[in-house]
Nanobody, 126 residues
Framework: QEQLVQSGGGLVHLGGSLKVSCVAS????????IGWFRQVPGKMREGISC????????EYADSVNGRFTVSRDNAKDTAYLEMNSLKPEETAVYYC???????????????????WGQGIQVTVSS
């Protein structure tokens, strides 16, 4: 079964850091662009970062630029989102997603992604 499995969320204090992982199961991640999104109940899903194959293109939303770092390890079929200086308003469910069609590029638009992780809760306390 082809799926993305996420891990690494949890509770962190204001200003703290977390690293979320996204592992592909049943397919190789090396030909896929990876997107990272987050969603708060009652609000639209927000694209926060993406990385193309071979790291050719990396994009960050303004809200996280300079604090979050996206990376990938194709040998492990794994993508990562490292989050620093977290704020309480960034409490959300975080999702990874994979797009084959947009592999050489990436976009912060959820519609281009075929596979989605299960989502993982990140809670930032004040």
């Amino acid at each position: 079964q082809e799926q993305l499995v996420q891990s690494g969320g949890g509770l962190v204090h204001l200003g703290g850091s977390l690293k979320v992982s996204c592992v592909a199961s049943g397919f190789s991640l090396d030909r896929y662009a990876i997107g990272w999104f987050r969603q708060v109940p009652g609000k639209m899903r927000e694209g926060i970062s993406c990385i193309s194959i071979n790291d050719g293109r990396i994009e960050y939303a303004d809200s996280v630029n300079g604090r979050f770092t996206v990376s990938r390890d194709n040998a492990k079929d794994t993508a990562y989102l490292e989050m620093n200086s977290l704020k309480p308003e960034e409490t959300a469910v975080y999702y990874c997603a994979a797009s084959y069609r947009w592999g050489p590029s990436c976009r912060l638009r959820s519609a281009i992604y075929e596979y989605w992780g299960q989502g993982i809760q990140v809670t930032v306390s004040s």
